[in-house]
């Protein structure tokens, strides 16, 4: 219980410092220092009021999409290191999204277990909305040759509770402007917190384009997790405690992993540690998605 208090609490740290901008709250503008120069690790909207950094996907969307078609090496290259050194590190402990939906998980209500065969289809969406983040922008374009950020702009939830709302809320012009557009995005918002409620990170799990990046780094990221088979009793209290449906002690390091330390804490015999740089020593196949329930 209390490394999950410490985990909320970095969680919550990461959101603040990404969204320290408090003025644009009050004023209903956007920050657009030189922060916006740089991406910030987690999926982080940079329409938020308060956000001081750019957020990758709209940044890789906004990048490709452009007249040039230029691939956007600074911005690859910085998630990639996120990814290279954390992995999904990134979506257990510093996305600010990923923590709403852990606060919505915490209601007390029942909660619901996807059928396994249906869980696991839903886990690819993830991927096919990475290709289209990457790919939609350089070929469906307007006269002008410019590409849309389709995700953002059609999809993301994050964007609406992060920056559309927040600017509707601030800015009357804003307000005046909303249409049809903003009505579906709130109906996707609206489904993935309903969802949150009773799915543990449904919206992580299927949707995520910036967690299916970081996925499928987690193997080789410099930051591992790994069962010691000599304290490993195969009791499955870690296989239990995961929410992300982790087969821990065949693939601890999983696409799907978030690496929230939940496994380690669950662990009575200390056979769960994590460090940097530890060597890889699990034998599970790279590139598929892997779910035990």
Known sequence: MM???????????????QNGYLEGFFTGGIYKGNGKHICVPGLNCYSCPGALGSCPIGSIQAVIGGSSRDFSYYVMGLILLFGVILGR???GFLCPFGFVQ??????HTPKLKIQTKLDRTLRWNKFLMLA??????????????????YFCKYFCPAGTLEGGLPLIAANSAIR??????????????A???????????????????LGAFYGLLNRISVFQYRVDPG?????????????MGVDVTKNINSIECIRCGECRNACKFGAISASFG????????PGKPEVKH
């Open 3 to 17: 490394q999950r208090k410490k985990r909320h609490i970095i969680q919550a740290a990461a959101a603040v410092l």
């Open 89 to 91: 590190l990134v979506c």
């Open 102 to 107: 852990d606060l919505l998980h915490k209601f």
């Open 132 to 149: 289209a983040v990457i790919f939609l922008p350089m070929i469906a374009t307007d006269a002008f040759g410019i590409g849309a950020p």
């Open 176 to 189: 005046a402007a909303v249409g049809p557009l903003f009505y579906w995005k709130l109906f996707v918002l």
């Open 191 to 209: 489904a993935v917190i309903a969802a949150s409620i009773f799915i543990y990170r449904p919206f992580c799990k299927y949707f995520c384009p």
């Open 231 to 243: 304290r490993c009793t195969h009791c499955g209290a870690c296989e239990r405690a995961c929410k």
């Open 278 to 285: 530890e060597a890889l020593k699990s034998s599970a196949k």
